[in-house]
T-cell receptor, first 114, second 112 residues
Framework: GESVGLHLPTLSVQEGDNSIINCAYS??????FIWYKQESGKGPQFIID?????DKRQGQRVTVLLNKTVKHLSLQIAATQPGDSAVYFC?????????????FGTGTRLQVFP | KAGVTQTPRYLIKTRGQQVTLSCSPI?????VSWYQQTPGQGLQFLFE???????NKGNFPGRFSGRQFSNSRSEMNVSTLELGDSALYLC???????????FGQGTRLTVV
């Protein structure tokens, strides 16, 4: 079946460096994508989203890039901090931007070391 | 305002038993979705309720069911528990279907 996946299960970066987390999706009908951060013992927390009519969106220290041609999504975190250590999930919606049924990727663990 | 509240936080059950998990959405939110999270399968969609009606359902057996009350609080029930049902069950609420979904901390279910 169609699914959302991630290239790297674990990413280790030094504090202050930039982090890039990648995600591949297979359903060209997906029109809305979200990045979530999940810390140990907590539920996923919304980071940033992007609709399919955009190719880039910026937030505070985070940027999401969408390449529909190759069905690829990435999350860039600038000046990575220890508090950014968590598991990051990409999620897609195939229902006209609805968030009531999301398909999640497998997750990437980001480890930040001093 | 209070976030999404799930109770209980932790639960241990025996195979064959049934369990009911509760989710209180953010005040005013009408859509409640449930997800199962396991190390092997990741986050998988279970079902979604809006105004007391199930609108979407994932690929889970009929042992998994849910409901939503008039105050938007939702419960999910798993009958005849199996070891493989051990997971973190997450609930997410949103104001409407196309607005940001907020997750609770989840209920950690262990089946022994």
């Amino acid at each position: 079946g169609e699914s959302v996946g991630l290239h790297l299960p674990t990413l280790s970066v030094q504090e202050g460096d930039n982090s890039i987390i990648n995600c591949a999706y297979s359903n060209s009908a997906s029109d809305y994508f979200i990045w979530y951060k999940q810390e140990s013992g907590k539920g996923p927390q919304f980071i940033i989203d992007i609709r399919s009519n955009m190719d880039k969106r910026q937030g505070q220290r985070v940027t999401v890039l969408l390449n529909k041609t190759v069905k690829h999504l990435s999350l860039q975190i600038a000046a990575t901090q220890p508090g950014d250590s968590a598991v990051y999930f990409c999620a897609e919606s195939q229902r006209s931007y609805n968030t009531d049924k999301l398909i999640f990727g497998t997750g990437t663990r980001l480890q930040v070391f001093p | 305002k209070a976030g999404v509240t799930q109770t209980p936080r932790y639960l241990i059950k025996t195979r064959g038993q049934q369990v009911t998990l509760s989710c209180s959405p953010i005040s005013g939110h009408r859509s409640v979705s449930w997800y199962q999270q396991t190390p092997g399968q990741g986050l998988q969609f279970l079902f979604e309720y809006f105004s007391e009606t199930q609108r979407n359902k994932g690929n889970f057996p009929g042992r998994f069911s849910g409901r939503q009350f008039s105050n938007s609080r939702s419960e999910m029930n798993v009958s005849t528990l199996e070891l493989g049902d051990s997971a973190l069950y997450l609930c997410a609420s949103s104001l409407l279907s196309d607005t940001e979904a907020f997750f609770g901390q989840g209920t950690r279910l262990t089946v022994v």
